[in-house]
């Protein structure tokens, strides 16, 4: 009986009594156990149930109560660890989708580029966090603190819906809006072009040079002493 349980899984209780499923009588003897015949495991506390054993199957007879652990981790855990991860995938690839682009100026600073400033959309849901995320990224002149932000217009931004995706606008500390045309480039520095310098020869050295050192085609030869 011990060997049979074992055979059945670990899961199964001991075995009361075994059945031949032709007459429903108990086998009492070993001998009476033929080879190539199926039998009917009756565990203990329960009845012999009659079912028609010819026609069911060995592979489905336990399968949906008996599992080895191998089994329920390729039934279970397996597909449910394919499953979370794409819906991972998912997140993630909607979380970069999500993800909001603001350009951000200094306010007064004209020639200075705007500010590339990504909002996660949990910042994009609160305006305290936004202006956190922008007071990370733009540092404005004397180290003070953003206190405001505006649009290009002067309209000072009071909620995140204002904020909108790849939109411009100005970092103010406490101060007003300073009209500018910001974005310009910055002016190039105009040097004074040099003069042409020459270079005179000696002309008592050259007064000095024999007549010999000439060619007719009016050329000079140097010569060393």
């Not at 329960?46 to 592979?59: M, N, S, T, V």
């Amino acid at each position: 009986m011990e060997q049979v349980r074992k055979q059945l899984g670990q899961y199964v209780p001991a075995i009361r009594c075994i059945v031949s499923p032709n007459t429903g009588t108990k086998i009492q003897n070993v001998c009476d156990i033929m080879e190539n015949h199926r039998y009917v495991a009756v565990p203990r506390g329960e009845a012999l149930k009659l079912l028609d054993y010819h026609k069911a199957d060995e592979k489905s007879r336990y399968a949906s109560n008996h599992h080895t652990s191998s089994e329920l981790f390729e039934k279970y855990w397996r597909r449910r660890h394919i499953r979370l991860k794409s819906q991972v995938g998912r997140l993630s690839d909607g979380f970069r989708r999500n993800v909001k682009v603001i350009y951000v100026y200094r306010n007064g600073d004209t020639f200075t580029p705007a500010i590339r400033v990504h909002l996660r959309p949990i910042q994009a849901m609160d305006f305290e966090l936004i202006m956190r995320a922008i007071e990370d990224c733009v540092i404005l002149p004397y180290g003070k603190a953003v206190r405001r932000l505006y649009t290009l217009g002067g309209e000072l931004v009071k909620s995140p819906e204002m904020v909108k995706d790849h939109h411009f606008y100005v970092a103010a500390g406490s101060e007003t809006f300073l009209s500018r045309d910001y974005g310009q480039p910055l002016p190039r520095l105009i040097t004074a072009s040099r003069k042409p310098t020459h270079i005179y020869a000696n002309v008592h050295f050259i007064n000095d040079i024999p007549d010999e050192c000439y060619t007719h085609r009016g050329q000079h030869h140097y010569y060393h002493d």
